[in-house]
């Protein structure tokens, strides 16, 4: 019953800006820290953003100052602003709860490419 959809990753040159989006459902989103991961090939999930359920944010720091955490509780969405991309970031993004709880999604994959 509970489901995360990410949506919104692609090719991107580097430098350039991509939005992704999760949507959730199957739980009370609002009272729950949420983050983005990521997992590029041969390595392992790595945290990269978290919001709070208050609203506060923290990032890991490969991509502070470059990507922007947000939610909207109405909604059931999360989203990760990523701007000035390197090639470093491209990996496939999920969404989850911060402690990852869920199952995961699908998730979205972003490709960062001259």
């Known amino acids: 019953q509970v489901q995360l959809v990410e949506s919104g990753g692609g090719l991107v040159q580097p430098g350039g800006s991509l939005r992704l989006s999760c949507v959730a459902s199957?739980?009370?989103?609002?009272?729950?820290?949420m983050a983005w991961y990521r997992q590029a090939p041969g390595n392992q999930r790595e945290l990269v953003a978290v919001?709070?359920?208050?609203?506060?944010?923290n990032y890991a720091d490969s991509v502070k100052g470059r990507f922007t955490i947000s939610r909207d509780n109405a909604k059931n969405t999360v989203h990760l602003q990523m701007n000035s991309l390197k090639p470093e970031d491209t990996a496939v993004y999920y969404c989850?709860?911060?402690?990852?709880?869920?199952?995961w999604g699908q998730g979205t994959q972003v490709t960062v490419s001259s």
């Open positions: 199957g739980y009370i989103f609002s009272i729950y820290d």
């Open positions: 919001i709070i359920s208050g609203g506060g944010t």
């Open positions: 989850n709860r911060d402690p990852s709880s869920l199952n």
